[in-house]
């Protein structure tokens, strides 16, 4: 994220810190990283160093935000369970506050959580060197057989597409101008060009969502995102973080993204649990991905907004994903 959140002032991000955590702000920096959230690294005055994400709750006062944060609260709760009751050191997972809850309320629309600062190098987001597969496999089959441990109080998916009905109202919406920001129309024109497309795509998604629930084989818990991004190599080895995206689901879930198209690494991951992997469930979540992308830029290119580079970024990757570049235009 490029850009700070609106209406977060740092001096009530040092009194959340202080009122939640002990944590007395010496230095604090805004990291324009990661996509979803907000983060930034802060020093106190004891010489601890922390990293700090905030989390926008929604633009809607109808009780949503109160559900997100009821969301997010469980996905960190069940990373602090995983790493402190299942042992997997991997976890980076956040720190709890004095009273022992995993985020904290940040006025109307964000939550906020402290995570410890962790040494190593960060990838970058993208597909897996070849090279590195097979160990984040096994990462993620010490992750979906800790399952038990969790399952009870974990975040369980629905199969159902975020964004999905914002997409569809989007998509029953292309007669007529759209006039919430600069960006609005110049979408509403790329949708309306790729409308048989997106639709062909929904249908195709209802069609592997059926198999995925017809298939046999308990779900697990599941990352969600366990891309280079989300990765961090240090002296300890490999150490993933951003858990609140943590469903019990399907673990072709997180196959997809770790394994590529590798055979053989899916292969291993057969042979370490004794289940084989579902090609229709691969399928789904590939799908699912680029489907959930879209509905989140053309939401937000529809609603009110102003031409910041975050904005500019979604009007990007919107047309990344349908097909047009933005800058072919301005080549004419």
Known sequence: MRDKPEGVEDAELGSALADGWGVEVQSMTYLPVGAGSYHWTVADDGAGAWFVTVN???????????AAFGRLGRAFDTALALRRDAGLAFVVAPIPTRTGSTVWRLGARHAISVFPMVEGEAGHFGAHRPQDRAEVVQLLVELHQATPIVAADAPRTDLRLPGRDQLQDALNDLDREWTGGPFSEPARRLLASRADHVQHLL??????????????????????????????RGAGGLRLIDWDTVHVAPPERDLWMAAGDSDDVLDSYTRATGRPVDAAGLALYRLWWDLADIAIYVDELRRPHRATDDITAS???????LGHDPDADSRR
């Open 56 to 66: 926008d709750l929604g633009p809607k006062e109808d009780g949503s935000r109160e």
């Open 203 to 232: 249908g195709d998604f209802d069609r592997l969502v059926q198999q995925v629930r017809d298939a046999p084989g308990a779900w697990v818990v599941t990352h969600g995102e366990p891309h280079p991004g989300n990765l961090i």
């Open 315 to 321: 009007w990007h990757y919107l047309n990344g994903y």
